[in-house]
């Protein structure tokens, strides 16, 4: 592109120079030379248009140059900007594929802590089974130490904690995994576990709502929450959770007997009932039908 701008400027150059000559040619031939033999006219009339000519040429080139010189200046600018793109070109280039390296050493890496931490954790699991509980603590520390945000491996090493009783480091355990997966009903259940055993029943209760909230599907869960509420004075509460236990095994005695001590102690004589019929249908040889039927007519007499 720039070859062609140039061979169009020699070209318009010499086209002006013509037409300088060109019209300075008449003028020429017009100078005064009658008194000068013929030669002599000749020779000043080719001394003169040559220099005329040469005048007119120096004159041009300058012009020339001048136009050309701003021209220089753009060029190379323009050559430094293209070497300035060129030069962020290659570094944006060379800073990919350093990213897209480290990025797949990162997933190589990434890939192989896994594997790793799987081994550990199936190891850990194993040396817990066989009761052998410090290999298996050490083994979950390890996991842990590759992957701090491993929940398989704290839930591993809070069991293994838990089955050596050592309770309150089970708790912290269980405490900081619950942080990082809140809807691990399981390890809700063991914080209750553990908070009853410490006698914090208020706090048990709070950890199987919990629990029953993120897993509706465990009727124990249920049972065990309706008989806390009782012991801390909310039977009403309390009947809400039975209803559920009893809902998912209807035909389990042990819930029916919860039913109806639950709605005696409430005062709901219906309730009571329906929960009597229930449980002769389903026992009828439940020693404590007696008791309940007696009891069940003397709410609001």
């Not at 069991?159 to 691990?184: C, G, R, V, W």
Request: charged share 25%.
């Amino acid at each position: 592109m720039l070859n062609i701008f140039f061979l169009l400027i020699i070209i318009l150059a010499i086209g002006v120079i013509g037409f300088l000559v060109i019209r300075k040619f008449p003028h020429l031939a017009n100078l005064d030379l009658h008194n000068l033999p013929e030669e002599k006219i000749y020779q000043k009339k080719r001394e003169i248009i040559n220099k005329r000519i040469e005048k007119s040429s120096n004159l041009l080139k300058n012009k020339i140059v001048k136009m050309l010189v701003p021209v220089g200046k753009i060029w190379g600018k323009l050559q430094l900007q293209f070497r300035i793109y060129v030069g962020k070109i290659e570094r944006l280039l060379h800073h990919e594929q350093v990213l897209k390296t480290k990025q797949k050493t990162k997933t190589v890496n990434k890939e192989e802590n896994q594997q790793k931490i799987e081994q550990l954790i199936s190891s850990g699991e194993q040396q817990l089974n066989a009761g052998n509980f410090d290999q298996a603590e050490e083994i979950f520390i390890s996991a842990i130490k590759i992957d701090p945000k491993s929940a398989a491996a704290y839930r591993g090493l809070g069991d293994t904690y838990l089955a050596k009783n050592s309770i309150e480091e089970a708790m912290q355990t269980y405490k900081f995994l619950i942080k990082m997966e809140p809807d691990d009903d399981s390890v809700l259940v063991k914080l209750a576990e553990i908070a009853e055993g410490q006698g914090n029943l208020q706090e048990a209760i709070e950890h199987y709502q919990h629990a029953v909230l993120v897993n509706d599907s465990f009727s124990p869960r249920f049972y065990h929450l309706a008989e806390l509420l009782v012991k801390v004075g909310q039977p009403e509460v309390a009947t809400e959770s039975i209803l559920q236990a009893v809902e998912l095994e209807p035909q389990n005695p042990k819930y029916l007997d919860l039913l109806i001590e639950i709605a005696i102690i409430c005062g709901n004589k219906d309730l009571a009932l329906k929960g009597y019929g229930e449980l002769r249908l389903v026992n009828p040889e439940n020693q404590k039908l007696s008791s309940f039927k007696d009891r069940i007519y003397k709410i609001g007499v």
